[in-house]
């Protein structure tokens, strides 16, 4: 009988102390995901169900569905979320299936120009369309008598900004197949469709209902392209904006907000019954498939993949040049400036340099904790047998909250002047909360994967040889997982630097971030300047992820050699 099948209890040699620690902090992180997640969305709840008095009632949802163009703005946003699905969703399959599926050189690179738009905000793409097709745009023509101001304009920038979430689903979901079946159906002759049609598409299945729901919920809550591009067609992001900044009106924002809620959670229950129910797709007698050469089938799929990376790189090229051109489109002299003189003028240097600190603060304090966090759900014991479930519970949440919705929840709660924690209202620190909790699923997801990857064999070990489990821990554990705590990091770091929605409603004079002064840019006319930060974005998460990369291939280099060696 092995260590890790022993029956006996695991005791780790340390003192009561120690033995009570894991309880301890996982109530802790319990603790704070309410604080700072539960208590703003209930509040936001509450707020919605309230008179002007305080007392319960649905006045407000009536007095919103009585409101000239709320009603619109309803079915704008769910019938703009429906179309960007149905486009995004194959562009991103047919991409996916040429980089898993195919024989085409480079597959590195397009991957790379695939998830491109997740170095810059989402407003990068909606002020490259506005210079593409826009009233002076170099493409008006091919929008003959419509305007890229109104639907058509949000449809094409969001499908931009939701490409690479797709895309990264659907990679994974082609990137393991049984080549038996697909020996088989060579066995019976059947034609390249049917085999796409029988084999393929039901092996996939899975991940193209998953890229749809986050397609589809990435539309409903995103707020930046249509607040840029959009005009006068209303959706719901727009409304709230509207509704907290334009009109302070708290309640009515909070009815919005509710809205928007509602179908991005119905989303991620219909996603979450989904993976209940898929099964592996590869056994332990699967055999790896491995594509063969067919150039009927290699050259379509590789310029499909160049004219998507000719997109893409369009799109983050004309945002560069316009950040570099005197005055758009009469005088297209190079200059820098937009960077030296304009970016100035308009104070948002500053801006940058506490996107910069957000940044690092988010990564820095949110890779620790949610990593630890995860570790003490899936290696220890100790505390409530309730408590595991319930955080894990909680930790699932966020993937299903808009950015907005909880920026209006830290309002309605943290802004209170009851609230023991309302000075951390208009801080950078409760800007830095938010970025953490806003992307806390995908963050913890990754650390329980890789932490699940790990023989608890190791903890049994160590606790017969009387090793502390935060020497374990520290020696074993972490180093193991350097790649996913790498890739946390990077995620939040990239995220934070990005993201308009999650701090649209937090920021002070003093501590704007960065991606919103590109709104507040746009809405005074100055696109230039506008474009300019949106390229310093882009360029400085660009240089951050090559750093992590270096990083990585060092601290792996060095505390991963066993990865070198096969057995």
């Known amino acids: 009988m092995t260590l890790a099948s022993s029956a006996m209890p695991i005791r780790t040699g340390g003192s009561h102390w120690e033995a009570h620690l894991p309880g301890w902090l996982l109530s802790t992180a319990a603790m704070a995901l309410c604080v700072f997640l539960l208590l703003p969305i209930g509040t936001l709840l509450a707020e919605s169900v309230q008179d002007d008095l305080g007392q319960f009632s649905l006045t407000r949802f009536r007095e919103f569905a009585a409101t000239a163009g709320m009603l619109t703005a309803v079915w704008n946003t769910l019938w703009v979320a429906a179309v960007v699905t149905l486009i995004t969703v194959p562009l ?25 738009a997740l170095l810059g905000p989402s407003l990068v793409g909606a002020i490259s369309f506005i210079q593409w097709f826009g009233t002076q745009g170099v493409l008006k023509s091919w929008l003959g008598d419509s305007s890229v101001y109104g639907p058509i304009g949000i449809i094409m920038a969001t499908v931009y900004a939701s490409f690479p979430h797709a895309l990264m689903i659907l990679v994974v979901a082609l990137a393991t197949a049984d080549g038996r079946l697909f020996e088989a159906a060579d066995a019976l002759s059947a034609s390249r469709w049917r085999k796409f049609r029988t084999v393929t598409l039901p092996g996939a299945r899975y991940g193209l209902i998953s890229a749809a729901l986050v397609v589809f919920s990435y539309s409903v809550s995103e707020f930046g392209i249509p607040k840029v591009i959009g005009g006068n067609f209303q959706v ?14 708290f309640g009515r924002g909070a009815v919005v907000a509710l809205l928007l809620l509602a179908p991005v959670l119905v989303a991620f229950i219909v996603d979450w019954r989904v993976q209940r129910k898929q099964q592996a797709s590869l056994t332990a007698r699967a055999v790896p498939y491995r594509p063969k050469p067919d150039w009927r089938r290699d050259l379509p799929l590789l310029l499909y993949c160049v004219v998507i990376a000719v997109a893409m790189i369009g799109v983050l090229g004309m945002a560069g040049y316009a950040s570099v051109v005197s005055f758009w489109p009469y005088n297209l002299e190079l200059t820098l400036n937009h960077y030296i003189y304009g970016l100035a003028e308009a104070g948002v240097l500053d ?10 603060l988010t990564a820095s ?16 014991k100790g505390g409530p047998a309730w408590l595991r479930p ?38 950078l620190t409760i800007m830095v909360v938010a970025n953490v909790v806003h992307y806390y699923t995908s963050c913890h997801l990754t650390a329980l994967t890789s932490l699940k990857s790990i023989d608890r064999e190791f903890e049994a070990v160590s606790a017969s040889l009387k090793v502390p489990q935060y020497l374990t821990f520290w020696r074993v554990t972490l180093p193991v997982c350097f790649p996913a705590v790498l890739d ?5 770091f990239i995220n934070a630097m990005t993201t308009v929605s999650a701090v649209v409603f937090l920021y002070s004079p003093q501590t704007l971030p960065a991606s919103v002064s590109i709104l507040n840019l746009d809405e005074a006319g100055e696109l230039g300047p506008a474009a300019a930060m949106a390229t310093i974005i882009v360029l400085t998460c660009l240089v951050v992820s090559l750093l992590y990369a270096v990083v990585a291939h060092f601290l792996l280099r060095r505390h991963q050699a066993w990865r070198q060696f096969k057995q």
């Open 92 to 116: 991103a399959f047919l991409y996916a299936y040429a980089i898993q599926r195919a024989c085409i050189p480079l597959t590195g690179l397009w991957r790379i120009v695939g998830l491109s």
């Open 236 to 249: 719901l992001a727009v409304e709230i904006y509207v509704q907290v900044v334009g009109q302070q009106n």
């Open 351 to 360: 801006a940058y340099l506490n996107s910069l600190k957000m940044a690092a």
């Open 365 to 380: 304090v949110g890779t620790p904790f949610i990593f630890v966090t995860a570790y003490l759900v899936e290696k220890t």
């Open 390 to 427: 319930v955080l894990q519970a909680m930790t699932a949440l966020p993937m299903g909250v808009p950015g907005l919705v909880l920026g209006i929840g830290y309002i309605l709660f943290f802004n209170h002047p009851d609230n023991p924690l309302n000075g951390l209202y208009h801080t």
């Open 488 to 492: 946390i990091s990077r995620y939040l």
